[in-house]
């Protein structure tokens, strides 16, 4: 997909004689009945170069371990957009991966800066299930430097040790100050989490801190359709259709 095709406003309104959503993300009961109520998450990219990794989600045809493979489950994804810088204003973000249904038991992260230096690395316990799960840059991890380009890696360990062959995908990321429109809000994104705050960090070109917004909403409301299809539009619109209506989990 196209980077103009992203700049497109992800709409979704509902029909309802009894609820809505309010800038907070929570249920109340609506005003009048009948009422169309309309809510919008839109991701713009942001303008410059490229990521050295041209494709979003990464997807490759191993990626699943030799075990699962009559799993229907789509493959190990990595959930950025293709073609586009993927941005954060955090100094320890979020990464935002899907796993498939899997006997593997744990997986491997590891972030390296543009020298192809370690900047992290761990091990991570894995849900057996499968869904979009966030791995989380610890606050003892070292800072991302503003203006730097970072790669990460996540790699399902099909047996007891980290071979080459196990199924991996990458992305990358880069740290920038935030904007004068995002500056005071994005503070307590966590503690706060809206869907006013998901979009003008979207519009920002600020793609995982708008998931890490999405996510903490999903996870706090796991039944509320608008909130689903919201979701599931953003991915969609960003070339991830195949993982657009798999659950999110919480990690351990």
């Not at 590891?110 to 989380?136: A, E, M, R, W």
């Not at 979009?199 to 995982?208: E, F, Q, T, V």
């Amino acid at each position: 997909m196209k980077p103009q095709t992203l700049q497109s406003a992800l709409v979704f309104g509902v029909l309802s004689s009894t609820l809505f959503l309010d800038p907070l993300g929570l249920v109340q009961a609506q005003p009048s009945q009948g009422e169309l109520f309309a809510s919008n998450v839109t991701f713009v990219p942001p303008n410059g170069d490229r990521p050295k990794d041209s494709q979003g989600g990464a997807s490759r045809d191993d990626g699943k371990c030799p075990q699962d493979a009559k799993n229907t489950d789509p493959y190990l994804t990595a959930v950025v957009p293709a073609d586009v810088q993927r941005l954060t204003v955090q100094s320890q973000p979020s990464i935002f991966v899907y796993i498939p249904q899997t006997t593997a038991k744990k997986a491997f992260f590891s972030l390296k800066d543009d020298k192809n230096g370690q900047h992290y690395q761990t091990f991570l316990p894995i849900d057996k299930k499968g869904g979009i799960v966030k791995v989380n840059l610890p606050a003892n991890a070292p800072s991302l430097v503003v203006g730097n380009d970072y790669q990460w890696s996540f790699v399902m360990l099909c047996g007891d040790k980290l071979l080459p062959d196990d199924p991996a995908v990458t992305g990358t990321i880069r740290r920038v100050n935030p904007g004068a429109n995002v500056t005071g809000q994005w503070q307590d994104w966590q503690q706060n989490p809206s869907l006013e705050t998901a979009n003008l960090l979207g519009k920002a070109g600020l793609w995982y801190d708008m998931l890490t917004v999405l996510m903490a909403l999903k996870l706090e409301q796991p039944n509320n359709v608008q909130l689903s299809s919201i979701w599931s539009s953003v991915l969609k619109a960003s070339n991830l259709d195949s993982i657009a209506t798999q659950p999110v989990i919480a990690r351990k």
